[in-house]
């Protein structure tokens, strides 16, 4: 087999096997024994990001799994949402906040409780989730990143560049989507020049230490990233990070509840209970709900701790 270096830390401690992917074909899996990052190198066909966000819809579209899995995602992901919005305290009228791949509704529902008028911005692969995005008042951009090498659909998208947007977001939002980046160090660079000084991008990604080898069968990632390849490809970008953790919630009704109690700034009961008069109800019973699909989600990843590892980053100075 070929010799490979890691494309986070250049390593070349690298271990390969031949494995098939599922969007890219048959593909050597490199997995770095410095940093633990793992990627697809297709044998056969390259792929660039806006065809492979492409392939990523079809595929997904047909995955029944992932549909019925849906709902307890959906439960879980919001409580993890909840516990980063302490991250995100600085949000205030007229900023501008930009969701790579956030399906819908994405986070946008989230900063919508918040009260803020904000302006919301999209790139998003899937058309029907652009229809309903643009629906929602969050405007689409593109339909993959980044922006220059974007191919525009059939919806008539106007033909925005990343450069159109240099120094533009105060928030860039990155759940779920760094690991589809062919060059995922390029893709921080590029969100980091989008950034207003002292704007701050959220990445959250599956943590490696839940995945198994049956995962492998099934896998639609390019890229899969340890909190340490994360970290060394934050620092490559120029970016800097302001908080990483693999958000190991075990019991996410008491984490809340010690939450309430830690966290004495007034603008953490301000935001919760503007959330919590938005909802018309008490959010400590919808806790209790959401610590049932948490509970129900850990069972299914068949891991209890740490399902994402999940970082705030910021321009480097
Ligand atoms: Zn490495």
Do not use: W
């Not at 990052?37 to 066909?45: C, E, I, T």
């Not at 120029?238 to 075990?250: A, P």
């Not at 919590?276 to 709900?289: E, I, K």
């Amino acid at each position: 087999m070929k010799v490979s270096q890691c494309v986070i830390c250049e390593g070349d401690k690298v271990n390969s096997r031949e494995i098939p992917h599922k969007i890219l074909g048959l593909c050597q899996l490199n997995v770095c024994e410095d940093c633990g990052h793992q990627s697809f190198v297709p044998k056969f066909k390259k792929m660039k990001d806006n065809q492979f966000s492409s392939e990523y819809v079809i595929v997904n579209q047909h995955n029944e799994d992932l549909q019925k899995q849906f709902i307890n995602r959906k439960y879980f992901i919001d409580y993890s949402r909840l516990m980063l919005l302490q991250h995100f305290f600085f949000i205030d009228d007229g900023m501008n906040v930009l969701e790579l791949g956030p399906d819908y509704p994405g986070l946008f529902q989230q900063f919508k409780m918040t009260g803020k008028k904000l302006n919301f911005y999209s790139i998003e692969s899937n058309h029907e989730s652009r229809r309903l995005l643009q629906e929602y008042g969050v405007n689409s951009i593109g339909s993959s990143f980044q922006l220059s090498e974007t191919i525009e659909n059939s919806d008539n998208l106007k033909s925005y560049k990343t450069n159109d947007y240099q120094k533009y977001f105060d928030i860039i939002i990155c759940c779920n989507t760094l690991y589809y980046f062919e060059t995922p160090i390029n893709s921080l660079e590029h969100m980091l020049s989008m950034l207003v000084e002292g704007g701050v991008i959220l990445i959250d990604i599956l943590n490696d230490k839940i995945i198994s080898e049956s995962y492998y069968e099934d896998n639609t990632m390019r890229e899969i990233f340890t909190k340490k390849s994360l970290e060394i490809a934050v620092k490559k970008s120029g970016g800097d990070l302001l908080f990483i953790n693999t958000n190991c919630v075990e019991n996410p009704g008491q984490e809340f509840e010690n939450m309430k109690k830690n966290i004495g700034s007034k603008i953490v009961f301000e935001l919760i209970r503007k959330i919590t008069n938005r909802l018309g109800f008490s959010l400590v019973p919808q806790m209790d709900v959401i610590k049932y699909f948490s509970q129900v989600s850990q069972l299914k990843y068949g891991h209890p701790l740490g399902q994402y590892i999940r970082a705030v980053v910021t321009k480097s100075h």
